[in-house]
């Protein structure tokens, strides 16, 4: 399974803002839309990663006050990314290592969508399930002693 694949069930509604955009505001967008991240653009550009973990360390440095600060101040400027051809183990194996939860899907410079740690472990358990399901009608299906010495 390729991360096309994660994405083509997921769909492609992606919520952006700009690095001056003020942390509240995209705070207010990510409990508006119940969301863990927001990718970072400029000049159509992915230029970083904002995530609730950037919003916990800011407040908790800032005694739980957001001031005036600006998302470009606290993103991640440099997120882990992956393709729309990257395999699913290889991504959720990329995740793992960087402890990251959210990998934004690029195709070259075109962001393609952003896939989370909940969405790889959704695509595998449904995976594992679907095989489960094959292998339980294959077994079923599988001759018992009896009927292949009656054969002979």
């Known amino acids: 399974m390729k991360v096309s694949d994660i994405l083509r069930f997921k769909g492609a509604t992606?919520?952006?803002?700009?690095?001056?955009?003020s942390l509240a505001a995209?705070?207010?967008v990510m409990a508006e839309k119940d969301i863990g991240s927001l990718v970072v653009m400029e000049h159509a550009k992915l230029v970083g990663i904002l995530t609730f973990r950037e919003v916990i360390e800011t407040l908790a440095k800032s005694h739980g006050a957001l001031g005036a600060v600006q998302v470009g101040e606290v993103m991640d400027q440099a997120p882990l990314?992956?393709?729309l051809e990257t395999d699913l183990d290889e991504a959720r194996r990329m995740m793992l290592e960087q402890h990251v939860r959210y990998l934004p899907v690029m195709d070259d410079t075109t962001l393609m969508g952003i896939i989370s740690f909940y969405d790889v472990a959704k695509a595998v358990v449904e995976a594992q399930s679907f095989e489960n399901t094959m292998l339980k009608a294959y077994i079923q299906d599988w001759p018992t002693e009896e009927a292949s010495t009656q054969n002979k």
């Open 14 to 21: 992606l919520f952006t803002v700009s690095p001056e955009t």
């Open 26 to 28: 995209a705070v207010h």
């Open 81 to 83: 990314t992956c393709t």
